[in-house]
T-cell receptor, first 114, second 114 residues
Framework: AQSVTQLGSHVSVSEGALVLLRCNYS??????LFWYVQYPNQGLQLLLK??????LVKGINGFEAEFKKSETSFHLTKPSAHMSDAAEYFC????????????FGKGTRLSVIA | DAGVIQSPRHEVTEMGQEVTLRCKPI?????LFWYRQTMMRGLELLIY????????DSGMPEDRFSAKMPNASFSTLKIQPSEPRDSAVYFC????????????FGDGTRLSIL
């Protein structure tokens, strides 16, 4: 069965510091992987996705993630945090077939300290 | 392009009343999902449809909850009778065919049952 583990329910960084949000997955089939961001009082918004091809994926707002099959990881990074990055971040893996929903992690709340 | 549209954005009602949440998916998407989000339980999948047919409703918490999709451009989630523990943010999402397709979320309905 598919599953996602996000290490750290809450991560706090200083403005300008590196952002690293961890995601590990379990999948019985080659996975498609996604990161979503949720700002207060909004829905989940797609940040980036990995389907096939290049394992380093760039998304919106300067975020990127690298698919590492050997480590079953898809960590999200951003070189320099901005106050506007404060939000909840969700990692998700595709279901075990193209007909099933995404499986989401429990989310990581990112705080950015001035 | 119009995204997933949910209405109302906010709903406050008294216990025992019927509540109807509405969703218009992105045109051309053949999957529709209903989620509930609370602080305690996080993001929960309630039910999803494919081509207007309910595929999995195992996440629906009780018989008080029901969902319909009468056509490709409209879905409802109904709670009757409502209870205070139903207070949450309810999200609708839609997706095209294929596990590599991301789910697109609406802005949600914030439901408060007094």
């Amino acid at each position: 069965a598919q599953s996602v583990t996000q290490l750290g329910s809450h991560v706090s960084v200083s403005e300008g510091a590196l952002v690293l949000l961890r995601c590990n997955y379990s999948s019985s089939v080659p996975p498609y992987l996604f990161w979503y961001v949720q700002y207060p009082n909004q829905g989940l918004q797609l940040l980036l996705k990995y389907t096939t091809g290049a394992t380093l994926v760039k998304g919106i707002n300067g975020f990127e993630a690298e698919f590492k099959k050997s480590e079953t990881s898809f960590h999200l990074t951003k070189p320099s945090a901005h106050m506007s990055d404060a939000a909840e971040y969700f990692c998700a893996v595709s279901g075990n077939s193209g007909n099933t929903p995404l499986v989401f992690g429990k989310g990581t709340r990112l705080s950015v300290i001035a | 392009d119009a995204g997933v549209i949910q209405s109302p954005r906010h709903e406050v009602t008294e216990m025992g009343q019927e509540v109807t949440l509405r969703c218009k998916p992105i045109s051309g998407h053949d999957y529709l999902f209903w989620y509930r989000q609370t602080m305690m339980r996080g993001l929960e999948l309630l039910i999803y449809f494919n081509n207007n047919v309910p595929i999995d409703d195992s996440g629906m918490p009780e018989d008080r909850f029901s969902a319909k999709m009468p056509n490709a451009s409209f879905s409802t989630l109904k709670i009757q009778p409502s209870e205070p523990r139903d207070s949450a943010v309810y999200f609708c999402a839609s997706r095209g065919t294929g596990g590599n397709q991301p789910q697109h979320f609406g802005d949600g309905t914030r439901l408060s049952i007094l």
